[in-house]
């Protein structure tokens, strides 16, 4: 070989590599163009639970984020853990995602109560436009491994599987034996048997191993999205005693006053309007003053704990925040904050056998008792769901309402509105859209069912936005259809249609039904034809578990 030849190889050579390390830049700079995401879901937590949304509880870092970004105040989910997060995960009503119910199988596709193989989940849809998919949380909608996270296209993740646990100590309870942990791919034994340090919270653990998600693929050149689902506010009731001691005393006022000051706060930050008065206080809850001073001490015990719960979020949300700025990300990174139902009413000993083992756990609160397992019951959830009837499971505003914060600095104007309503199954269509991503007609070889959910982006950019002309809802037997301005619902097993204008009435205290039965026909017509559509079947019907 000549000089020549020497020559014009090490100038081929020269311009290859050059090639390669400018695609490889270019490949890097598209990947990193593309914005990251972080989905933050809670669980239990009723409307006006957090300060930017009417509460007196401290949420500094959600207040910063909602005065900074975009509140949708007509934000619905479907009323109970396992169908919202299916519905939230697909883009599609839970029946057609495989859980109608809950995670149990009640005998039936739609009810088989995990994700089927005709949806794709936000991960799986990211990971087709180069992102690194991460989770941290509570899953709720697959018990078997072919069923976790990993199976459904999360990278890495750190996984309640079940729906409860222990905040301090989260050993699996007996009595539900989904309730544990696992770890990419690895059932965590050791950690729901082995003592915990004394500052241990489980709040506090999914924000740890989330955080350590982040860290452990920041080099990686590529978009990510994190999916942090907090279990709680979820009963138990259990807090650290220092954010238990900031609301000590404060709720001795009484739910009567606390509803009534969060609604007059709802007013002034212009979330909800005049015409739509307070909902008279649960059937079920007593008033404050017929109250001895002892009960009184307790249930402001019940509401301190769980607004300790709220806050600690809020403290673990902070956390998240500053890892953004931390990595340098935080102009680039969409982050999107939510709750899976309103409020819950429920009680342990109504869900489950009063038998000794339940007994074991359901321990009573005390000042001195940080671990005990009780919740809040109607009573405060009724103020949690301020100014809406009703609680979780039923599909009046009370159950199916939710704050939906949208933050994205440079990308979502600051201290913005946004009244047209919207459903979890928007998630999925808006971060695949936000991504670039295309939702495929199969996947892995399934024909998948269409997107039922639209695209919320132009919401997000401060565009017009026309929303659904139809939204509907179904669990439990428990049925709603919104349409425009109008609204049905009825309870299970009474399966009455009550017709109400959310227009003017949004909290369901004139049921128009009588005076209008030619809207109520109507929006029963679509009820059936959508339940046809989607799998709904009969509650009554039903294997039950």
């Known amino acids: 070989m000549n000089a020549r030849q020497i020559l014009a190889l090490a100038l081929s050579l020269l311009l290859t590599t050059t090639a390669f390390a400018q695609s490889s830049k270019d490949k890097k700079k598209k990947a990193s163009s593309k914005p ?56 599609v009503y839970p029946h057609q995602a495989g859980v109608g119910f809950m995670n149990g199988n009640l005998g039936n ?18 990971k087709t436009a180069g992102y690194t998919t991460l989770m941290s949380g509570k899953w709720h909608v697959g018990n078997t491994p072919e069923q976790w996270p990993g199976a459904r296209g999360y990278d890495k993740y750190f996984a309640l599987i079940g729906g409860t646990s222990h905040q301090f ?14 770890k990419n791919g690895t059932k965590l034994e050791q950690f729901t048997t082995e003592k915990k340090p004394a500052d241990f919270y489980l709040t506090d653990e999914f924000t740890n191993q989330a955080l350590s998600f982040l860290d452990e693929t920041k080099n990686e050149g590529k978009p990510f999205f994190l999916f942090t689902a907090y279990n709680a506010p979820h009963f138990p009731l259990q807090a650290r005693t220092e954010d238990i001691a900031k609301y000590r005393g404060k709720y001795l006022k009484g739910w009567d006053v606390v509803r009534s000051e969060r609604y007059q706060k709802l007013l002034s930050l212009g979330i909800i309007k005049p015409e739509w008065k307070l909902s008279p206080r649960d059937s079920l809850v007593p008033a404050w003053d017929q109250l001895r001073q002892t009960e009184k001490e307790a249930w402001d015990l019940k509401m301190a704990v769980f607004a300790a719960m709220v806050d600690r979020i809020d403290y673990n949300v902070g956390r998240i925040l500053d890892k953004l700025t931390e990595l340098g990300v935080d102009k680039n990174t969409y982050v999107i904050f939510l709750s899976d139902n309103g409020a819950s009413h429920e009680y342990p000993f109504v869900l489950w056998k009063q038998t000794k083992e339940v007994a074991e756990y359901v321990k009573p609160l005390t000042a001195d008792n940080p671990e005990s397992y009780v919740s809040y019951e109607y009573n405060w959830a009724n103020v949690s769901n301020t100014p809406f009837r009703s609680f979780k499971h039923w599909e009046h505003e009370g159950g199916v309402s939710t704050p939906f914060i949208v933050y994205a ?13 919207a459903h979890v199954i928007d998630i999925q269509p808006t971060l695949l859209d936000l991504a670039g991503a295309v939702y495929p007609a199969e996947f892995k070889g399934n024909p998948l069912i269409r997107q039922e959910g639209l695209s919320l982006k132009a919401a997000f950019d401060g565009k017009p936005y026309a929303g659904h002309e139809v939204l509907y809802w179904e669990h439990q037997g428990n049925r709603a259809v919104r349409k425009g301005d109008w609204k049905i619902v009825s309870f299970f097993p009474e399966n009455r249609w009550e017709l109400y204008n959310v227009k003017d009435d949004r909290t369901e205290l004139h049921n128009l039904a009588s005076q209008h039965p030619e809207k109520l026909q109507e929006l029963s017509a679509l009820y059936d034809a959508w339940a046809a559509r989607a799998g709904v079947v009969e509650w009554a019907t039903l294997q039950k578990p």
Not at 65 to 91: E, V
Not at 109 to 126: D, S
Not at 175 to 182: A, G, I, K, Q, S
Not at 409 to 421: A, E, M, R, S
């Open 109 to 126: 596709p739609n009810y088989q109560g995990f994700l089927n193989k005709r949806v794709i989940t936000i991960a799986e849809g990211l």
């Open 409 to 421: 600095p440079g990308k979502v104007q600051p201290n913005t509105f946004q009244h047209t309503p």
């Open 36 to 91: 990251n995401i972080v989905l933050i879901l809670v669980d239990d937590m009723g409307f006006s639970d957090i300060g930017a949304y009417g509460s007196e509880i401290a949420t500094p870092n959600l207040d910063r984020i909602a005065s900074n970004g975009l509140r949708f105040t007509q934000f619905y989910n479907t009323s109970r853990c396992c169908p919202t997060r299916a519905a939230l995960q697909t883009g």
């Open 169 to 182: 100590y989260p050993h699996p309870y007996k009595l539900r034996e989904v309730d544990f942990f696992v």
